[in-house]
């Protein structure tokens, strides 16, 4: 089947959209606009934000992800990665041998993301085909991919169930879904409690005298522009949903799928990385050096040893932050 991209008259939401230049006309776009819009902007600071590399440290971790529910020794012809963003989990995946000799494909919703893709591809060897769309509403073929993943993008999506039913269309009989670092329900509602409580302390101590000169400057005192300011209001906006493991199971029940699992992971490890993630967001950027980022990350990987070795056999799955799911497209009965 031609990897080409199909030939289509371009919808009303295929159309550009006007950059908005005050936060009302922002907030009066559609839903799907705001995620466009908010994404392309985010792309110029995206892996910085969320300290994302092409090394061990990620590919270690993605790595990890996927084989908590693809054994080894499964290989992939071609691979689709939906929600790519600029490529964190396709990369890594590749970088780690999971996708050995497959013909490499993304999709998202912002042109910016993707052309950080495609760029991060042919830094690592990767030739990444890449395609604008929107996730409900592919723009491939039936039966088209062997392996279709996505990584933290399915609770930005206004019809999560959608996205589910078109992965199961764009996949061949017999190909396997994957879908990782999506938030659970209850997790998230913990590390809630975390986030505010690291943002009401912060704020307290340097509220004290000469103390306030560690917070971060706000968009506009580091130099953005009141655009600038407008579209870092949509960073709460675009996250729409928490999920239930039994409820994402179900989504992909209907959608078709079988042999499905789903699997839970990270507790006390992403309360210590929301809280990390709330300082550095608080904090002047040049307070910050290597020794924070190995002291976080050496305490991520201690505290996810004891999320699974002591506490993923004694606690149910829904309180764990991060939600994984594989599951099969069946051959025709």
């Not at 529910?69 to 990369?91: H, Q």
């Not at 893709?117 to 088209?144: F, K, M, V």
């Not at 130099?223 to 960073?235: H, I, Y």
Request: some cysteine; overall charge negative; glycine content about 6%.
């Amino acid at each position: 089947m031609s990897a080409e991209p199909l030939s289509v008259v371009p919808s009303p939401k295929d159309l550009p959209i006007p950059v908005p230049r005050t936060a009302r006309e922002l907030h009066a776009l559609d839903l799907k606009a705001k995620q466009r819009i908010y994404h392309d902007w985010e792309s110029r600071s995206y892996e910085e934000k969320f300290s994302i590399s092409y090394d061990e440290r990620c590919i270690d971790y993605a790595r990890d992800r996927f084989r908590k529910v693809v054994p080894e020794g499964a290989g992939f012809s071609r691979v689709l990665e939906v929600g790519a963003g600029t490529g964190f989990f396709l990369i890594n995946l590749s970088l780690a041998g999971c996708l050995e000799e497959a013909q490499l494909e993304a999709t998202d919703i912002s042109e910016g993301m993707l052309e950080i893709c495609a760029r991060n591809g042919a830094e690592h060897g990767l030739d990444i085909a890449t395609r604008q769309g929107d996730a409900e509403s592919l723009p491939y073929e039936d039966d088209a991919f062997d392996l279709v993943i996505g990584h933290a993008f399915l609770h930005h999506l206004p019809v999560p169930g959608a996205a589910i039913r078109e992965m199961f269309r764009v996949l061949k009989p017999g190909g396997t879904l994957v879908i990782a670092g999506e938030p659970s329900e209850l997790g998230d509602r913990m590390s809630w409690v975390v986030k505010n409580a690291t943002y009401r302390s912060f704020q307290a101590v340097t509220s004290l005298p000469r103390l306030n000169r560690l917070r971060r400057l706000s968009v506009q005192e580091a130099g953005g522009s009141d655009e600038d300011a407008a579209m870092a209001t949509l960073e709460h906006v675009v996250d729409l949903h928490t999920f239930r493991p039994r409820d994402l199971e179900k989504m992909a029940r209907l959608a078709g799928f079988k042999e499905l699992r789903v699997v839970t992971e990270e507790l006390t490890a992403h309360w210590l990385g929301w809280a990390v993630r709330t300082l550095e967001g608080q904090l002047r950027p040049d307070l910050l050096g290597p020794r924070w980022s190995y002291s976080a990350f050496y305490g991520y990987l201690a505290l996810s040893w004891v999320d699974e070795r002591l506490l993923t056999p004694i606690l149910p799955r829904s309180v764990f932050y991060n939600v994984i799911l594989r599951a099969r497209k069946p051959y025709p009965s």
